[in-house]
T-cell receptor
């Protein structure tokens, strides 16, 4: 099975509301990174975490290696937040990045 | 900010033709990666390299070759392009340290017709 399970696969939010994306891992990961792929196809780094939480503006991410999950919270969603969000986990034993399948976020006016 | 540059940004190739995608990084990173992205599959690793003149197979290497002639450059080669290789390809780089951040290029949209 997939080592990284990302949910939900798709999400629609009205402007000004918020929600959370989640990645569950089947094994212990050493770190996680969150990206957003915008409408032009570019991948934008959002957060990199080896533990704990980080916050940047309306985004906040948490990573718990022991409990094997990471979350990305979006608050006060704006139209420009629309895009596909990926989590990527760093395996402890192999030098490989394992990606979730992405969450397609659509922010509605 | 670390920089990873891919070229071309988009390409249309003919089935059976040879395609070379290029990637250049100015980050002084040891590791470089090639991923492809297909709807419903997220990003999948094709090849990666941790040192110049050496490449390793990723999760889906069939139909692809890679070349790392220098620390800065990493190419992905499709010797005989096929329709199934239509996708967006991302190059990335990272440091040698445990748990590094990965820096991505902007992607190359390849359409095989």
């Amino acid at each position: 099975g997939d080592q990284v399970e990302q949910s939900p696969s798709a999400l629609s939010l009205h402007e000004g509301t918020g929600s959370a994306l989640r990645c569950n891992f089947t094994t212990t990961m050493r770190a996680v990174q969150w990206f957003r792929k915008n409408s032009r196809g570019s991948l934008i780094n959002l957060f990199y975490l080896a533990s704990g939480t980080k916050e940047n503006g309306r985004l906040k991410s948490a990573f718990d290696s022991k409990e094997r999950y990471s979350t990305l919270h979006i608050r006060d969603a704006q139209l420009e937040d629309s895009g596909t969000y990926f989590c990527a986990a760093f395996d402890t034993n192999a030098y490989k990045v394992i990606f979730g399948k992405g969450t397609h976020l659509h922010v509605l006016p | 900010e670390a920089a990873v540059t891919q070229s071309p940004r988009s390409k249309v190739a003919v089935t059976g033709g040879k395609v070379t995608l290029s990637c250049h990084q100015t980050n002084n990173h040891d590791y470089m990666y090639w991923y492809r992205q297909d709807t419903g599959h997220g990003l999948r690793l094709i090849h990666y390299s941790y040192v110049a003149d050496s490449t390793e197979k990723g999760d889906i290497p069939d139909g692809y070759k890679a070349s790392r002639p220098s620390q800065e450059n990493f190419s992905l080669i499709l010797e005989l392009a096929s329709l199934s290789q239509t996708a967006v390809y991302f190059c990335a780089s990272s440091r040698r340290d445990r748990g590094p951040e990965v820096f991505f290029g902007k992607g190359t949209r390849l359409t095989v017709v």
